[in-house]
DNA sequence: CTAATATGCAACCTGGAGGTTGCTTAAGAT
DNA sequence: ATCTTAAGCAACCTCCAGGTTGCATATTAG
């Protein structure tokens, strides 16, 4: 658990931010798509939307395939796999943190 | 949903930052904290950590309490449900579209 | 073959994140 | 009354995230 604890920090910041979850909300419908796609839509740069892909990519929510001249980037659900664990580690501190509280109180 | 996404971004990149999990990490444990209990056990400087828990702070996963010269954080676990919710509406998408993809497949 | 489309690469710009130091003020401890 | 500890404020620094433009290259369409 602590030891993976470094590893989740870039999952978080991956998605700490708006297109990049847009982004992640068109591509977990499970179509593929390529760059120029998945910028048509936004009012960003081609070379924008390709930048916060590869931040996706790098944190492994997203894997990009080469499909003749374009490059189609896929979902890959797994690392928020992770940083779900995380959360309910967090939930589960704070709710035995919870109990713990209401004992003392009623003894 | 979609009216949440613009709310939901700053939560996770407030989580995308190491130093900051960890102080999550301490505080879920139920004990609210003081400004220089938690930077003892850091390397960073009092100021430093100071300006972490404003982030925390500002996306409400932690609120401050003022108490005599000191001022203590608690954690408030509430933000990370709409993360959580978030998390799960994704996951949620893709089983779906991994069922349809078997059910195409499948005829 | 040529035109159009999809992507890659690189340079560049700007603002803000993350960190430090120094000084001031408030509250407890002696 | 004085010393010490906790915290706030502000200036400053460095580096990178997020975005742009311009040009080169690979594929597909006509």
Redesign the interface.
Same mark, same amino acid.
Request: net charge positive; hydrophobic share 50%.
């Given at each position: 658990m602590a030891a993976k &604890?470094?590893t &989740?920090? %870039? #999952?978080?910041?991956?998605?700490?931010?708006?297109t *990049? $979850?847009?982004l #992640?909300?068109k591509l977990?419908?499970? *179509?593929p798509c390529s760059i120029s796609q998945l910028t048509r839509g936004s009012k960003l740069t081609r070379q924008a939307i390709t930048k916060h892909l590869r931040v996706l990519e790098s944190v492994g929510i997203v894997r990009s395939v080469r499909r003749g001249r374009e490059s189609r980037f896929e979902?890959d %659900?797994q690392p928020?796999e992770g940083?779900?664990q995380?959360?309910d580690f #967090?939930?589960e =501190?704070?709710d =035995?943190? $919870?109990s &713990?509280?209401k004992s003392f109180v009623e003894e």
């Open positions: &604890r470094q &989740r920090a %870039p #999952v978080f910041a991956a998605l700490g931010n708006e *990049r $979850l847009a #992640v909300a977990c419908g499970g *179509r979902f %659900p928020l940083i779900k995380y959360l #967090v939930s =501190q704070w =035995q943190a $919870l &713990r509280l």
